[in-house]
């Protein structure tokens, strides 16, 4: 069966400092992976997605992920955090064999100190 | 702009009561998704429907119900049926292709007591 892991609950980093959100996955076929950001009380907004091409992919407001199969991981990184990337952080794996579901990630929850 | 609209943003209903959360896309999008999300559990899907007239029910559909009539809507009525229905529900679409990511709304958040 299709999951996705997020190991880490909860981050907290310092401002200037760089971030990696690990997310590991299971699925049988090539994925494809999705990295979402959540602030409180909204809706989900898509950072990167990758689904064959180049294993790293830039996304929006400075993350890149890495796509590795040997590892089955999709980690998100970001070389300097801004207190505006606070917020929850949802790794999603989406499949086009079982009428195209998406599987979420529990989340990794986000804290900059300034 | 196109995009998914969700109303109301917050909804309160006394217990027993049947209650209906909207949700319109305007992306020409075939697939349609209603997830739930509580805190520390991530987001659980109740129904989907990859075309009109079409649905299926997610991992957690018992206590709800849909209609997809309209390419443009995917309304969710949560039932009294429903245990446990005070959440934050987000209403998602796609083109429905795999590679293809869900766009979301901005979410209602059900408060029952």
């Known amino acids: 069966a299709q999951s996705v892991t997020q190991p880490d609950i909860h981050i907290t980093v310092s401002e200037g400092a760089s971030l990696e959100l690990r997310c590991n996955y299971s699925?049988?076929?090539?994925?494809?992976l999705f990295w979402y950001v959540q602030s409180p009380g909204q809706g989900l907004q898509l950072l990167l997605k990758?689904?064959?091409?180049?294993?790293l992919v830039q996304g929006i407001k400075g993350f890149e992920a890495e796509f590795k199969r040997s590892q089955s991981s999709f980690n998100l990184r970001k070389p300097s955090v801004h207190w505006s990337d606070a917020a929850e952080y949802f790794c999603?794996?989406?499949?086009?064999?079982?009428?195209?579901?998406?599987?979420f990630g529990t989340g990794t929850s986000l804290t900059v100190i300034p | 702009d196109g995009g998914i609209t969700q109303s109301p943003k917050y909804l309160f209903r006394k217990e027993g009561q049947n209650v209906t959360l909207s949700c319109e896309q305007n992306l020409n999008h075939d697939a349609m998704y209603w997830y739930r999300q509580d805190p520390g559990q991530g987001l659980r899907l109740i129904y989907y429907s990859q075309i009109v007239n079409d649905f299926q029910k997610g991992d957690i559909a018992e206590g709800y119900s849909v209609s997809r009539e309209k390419k443009e809507s995917f309304p969710l009525t949560v039932t009294s049926a429903q245990k446990n229905p005070t959440a934050f529900y987000l209403c998602?679409?796609?083109?429905?292709?795999?590679?293809?990511?869900?766009?979301f709304g901005n979410g209602t958040r059900l408060t029952v007591t």
């Open positions: 999603a794996v989406g499949t086009s064999n079982t009428g195209n579901q998406f599987y």
């Open positions: 998602a679409s796609t083109i429905g292709q795999g590679h293809s990511p869900l766009h």
């Open positions: 699925y049988g076929a090539t994925p494809y």
């Open positions: 990758y689904f064959s091409g180049d294993t």
